[in-house]
């Protein structure tokens, strides 16, 4: 968040942590999968932006920590040009455009945030 002053650091920390979160696919190829249906995934969830010559592209990541690995990859694929289309206790809904062999299709994400243990 942007103010005049800056953000303490005894406050900091509650902005640049990761966020656990269970993700529902709510569509396939852009058409509504059966409630009953619901494929749940876990992982970290991010959101990035990448600039391409004057345009600024964003997009939702959730993400696993490889095993061996230093690095994290994609669980499912990404949410380009996501939006908060609604948000609840808890719950965030997010749509956006997916990419599958070579198209483009409608995807919704309900993620359910996970709460942090206690440290």
């Known amino acids: 968040p942007q103010c005049e ?30 409630p009953r249906e619901d494929r749940c995934f876990n992982g970290t969830l991010m959101v990035d932006a ?28 990404p949410l380009y040009e996501p939006v908060l289309a ?8 997010l749509r956006g455009y997916e990419s599958r062999d070579g198209a483009g299709y409608v995807q919704e994400w309900r993620c359910v945030l996970e709460e942090k243990s206690p440290a």
């Open 5 to 34: 002053r800056p953000v303490s650091i005894a406050i900091r920390h509650c902005y640049d942590g990761c966020m656990q979160a269970r993700v529902y696919l709510l569509r396939r190829n852009g058409r509504r999968v059966d």
């Open 86 to 93: 609604a948000i609840g206790a808890g719950v965030l809904l």
């Open 50 to 77: 990448t600039v391409q010559g004057h345009a600024i592209f964003s997009a939702a990541h959730l993400r696993q920590q490889v095993v061996r690995g230093s690095h994290q990859e994609d669980v499912v694929p």
